[in-house]
T-cell receptor, first 114, second 111 residues
Framework: DSGVTQTPKHLITATGQRVTLRCSPRSGDLSVYWYQQSLDQGLQFLIQYYNGEERAKGNILERFSAQQFPDLHSELNLSSLELGDSALYFC?????????????FGPGTRLTVL | GQQVMQIPQYQHVQEGEDFTTYCNSSTTLSNIQWYKQRPGGHPVFLIQLVKSGEVKKQKRLTFQFGEAKKNSSLHITATQTTDVGTYFCAGRETSGSRLTFGEGTQLTVNP
């Protein structure tokens, strides 16, 4: 158990819909990262937040957005869903500092778009 | 931007054989990390290498960081079925920049 929680575990929805994925980082971790992993693919970095502010952006589509709240939990919003958005979405957290930037991954949310 | 390439993409071995995955960065790295993802699971941190030429061991796993800090390798001696999974390297270009993950090497071990 990494200490990072993600809800829901599974999500099945239809094309054109909007969903929200939630992540709670490890206690004390200020950074949250979102990754997308399609079937048998690598980890595609989407976005990073640090203490409530956007820190880095990867290959995140305009239909996707995220935010980190004052209590440090984060939400990833996916809208106008397409079949190709079906994937595992991982959240990871870290506590940036000298030699302490290990990322701890949550169990992931499996999104299926029908 | 920074690219981290990993080879091979897939590796099938017989139990007891050795296994090596290689990671190459397009830029010099400040550090490199390795993660393992079991089938159906999430990536789990294995180790971090920081110094040029650094070698670290964890039981049957040996991790190396190249002298130029642009490449790294993970070697598993005498693989076991518990080693099955995908191994990712992740490089950090400078202190404070984000990690860039390689595509991963998916290891299958036949008993």
């Amino acid at each position: 158990d990494s200490g990072v929680t993600q809800t829901p575990k599974h999500l099945i929805t239809a094309t054109g819909q909007r969903v929200t994925l939630r992540c709670s980082p490890r206690s004390g971790d200020l950074s949250v990262y979102w990754y997308q992993q399609s079937l048998d693919q690598g980890l595609q970095f989407l976005i990073q937040y640090y203490n409530g502010e956007e820190r880095a952006k990867g290959n995140i589509l305009e239909r996707f957005s995220a935010q980190q709240f004052p209590d440090l939990h984060s939400e990833l919003n996916l809208s106008s869903l397409e079949l190709g958005d079906s994937a595992l979405y991982f959240c990871a957290s870290s506590r940036p500092g000298l030699g302490s930037d290990t990322q701890y991954f949550g169990p992931g949310t499996r999104l299926t778009v029908l | 931007g920074q690219q981290v390439m990993q080879i091979p993409q897939y590796q099938h071995v017989q139990e007891g054989e050795d296994f090596t995955t290689y990671c190459n960065s397009s830029t010099t790295l400040s550090n490199i990390q390795w993660y393992k993802q079991r089938p159906g699971g999430h990536p789990v941190f294995l180790i971090q290498l920081v110094k040029s030429g650094e070698v670290k061991k964890q039981k049957r796993l040996t991790f190396q960081f190249g002298e130029a800090k642009k490449n790294s390798s993970l070697h598993i001696t005498a693989t076991q079925t518990t080693d099955v999974g995908t191994y990712f390297c992740a490089g950090r270009e400078t202190s404070g920049s984000r990690l860039t993950f390689g595509e991963g090497t998916q290891l299958t071990v036949n008993p």
